[in-house]
């Protein structure tokens, strides 16, 4: 009837009052507690297999002289990861750069002198190795699988303190990262698993105990952003460590920088990109002088492929380019140049 109020109740699905004290069930921690146990087990499970493969690495620098002219040696410490039986260890090239020794310590106390057998600073990896046999060792992965999200584990040695665990997640893939060389390392891996100075050169490792990356670095005064080096380029480097010692890669003997192209010139001669690579110097005798490349070009190509920037030129010269005739395309003022290169070998 129209001005008399009705007589009922609201209640509401997400109000803790529209359910009696009594009434209300007790919460059900069953399966949260079966997932958090879980999770535990994992973790356990994975560091109980890769822990003893885990290395801790001390260095002792070569000697320098100090502001008093006094020679002083400096010391470091790091992490390292047996990856076969007969005593080779990943690591990170800048824990070992300009190192006069290195001692690589197992879990089991077992100290030993370990040999560099080489290292590439262009994607921070070196391998080590120690006269020791039927060492533990870990097993690799596959980083093309990775998603993000995924559970990843640091193992390593922060700050001195031995066989330290850390838990989070794959942030993030195909993160590229500048070594101290200048180069780019490609598909760099982000994790939030917290890292901290002696991480340097540890696993990181997924739910299986599978490493599938090395712990490189981590953003200063940033939490949560650390990086490693993907598996697949560790099984790459490592091989041609093992083979040659080295990595050899492509030269050309120029200083660059990417500078934006005009308009007009992008207009005119219909290229496919904005920017290109600004000739800054040229090596006296290197490959771009005997091509004829001139301080002030812009190069927009090299060997059939665009050159937005001095990374995609880095990209392409890999071991296979050296010796091998290529086409370089380049901007001198407005007009559009084409000669042939033969990149040499880089004196890194």
Do not use: W
């Amino acid at each position: 009837m129209v001005g008399q109020p009705l007589d009922f109740e609201l209640r509401f699905l997400d109000s803790p009052s529209s359910v009696d004290e009594g009434q209300r069930p007790p919460p059900d921690l069953g399966d949260a507690a079966d997932v958090l146990d879980a999770y535990s087990q994992a973790v356990t499970a994975v560091v109980s297999k890769v822990g003893p493969a885990v290395v801790h690495i001390r260095i002792k620098r070569k000697a320098q002289a100090n502001s008093r002219g006094m020679p002083s040696e400096g010391e470091g410490a790091a992490s390292g990861v047996v990856i076969a039986p007969d005593g080779y260890i990943v690591t990170n090239s800048h824990v070992v750069e300009e190192a006069g020794s290195v001692e690589a310590s197992m879990a089991d106390g077992t100290t030993y002198t370990a040999q560099i057998v080489g290292q590439d600073p262009a994607t921070d990896l070196a391998l080590l190795r120690v006269p020791g046999s039927g060492l533990p060792a870990v097993r690799l992965g596959d980083s093309d699988r990775l998603r993000a999200g995924q559970l990843a584990i640091a193992i390593g040695n922060p700050l001195g303190f031995q066989s330290t665990v850390t838990t989070g997640v794959i942030s993030a893939l195909g993160r590229s990262l500048r070594s101290r060389s200048g180069r780019l390392i490609e598909n760099i891996i982000q994790t939030d698993a917290a890292l901290n100075p002696g991480n340097s050169g540890g696993p990181l490792v997924d739910s299986h105990g599978l490493v599938i990356g090395i712990n490189t670095a981590i953003i200063q005064f940033a939490q949560g952003i650390c990086f490693a080096v993907p598996v697949n380029t560790v099984r790459r480097v490592v091989s041609l460590l093992i083979r040659e010692g080295k990595v050899t890669r492509g030269y050309l003997g120029i200083a660059g920088q990417q500078v934006p192209l005009t308009v007009r010139l992008v207009r005119y001669y219909r290229l496919p990109q904005e920017s290109g690579v600004f000739v800054m110097s040229v090596n006296p005798g290197s490959p771009a002088e005997a091509a004829g490349i001139k301080e002030g070009d812009i190069i927009i190509s090299l060997d059939g492929k665009t050159t937005k920037g001095v990374d995609d030129i880095h990209r392409m010269l890999t071991k296979d380019a050296i010796g091998r005739k290529a086409e370089i395309v380049v901007v001198r003022h407005t007009e559009k140049l084409e000669m042939s290169i033969v990149p040499a070998v880089s004196p890194e």
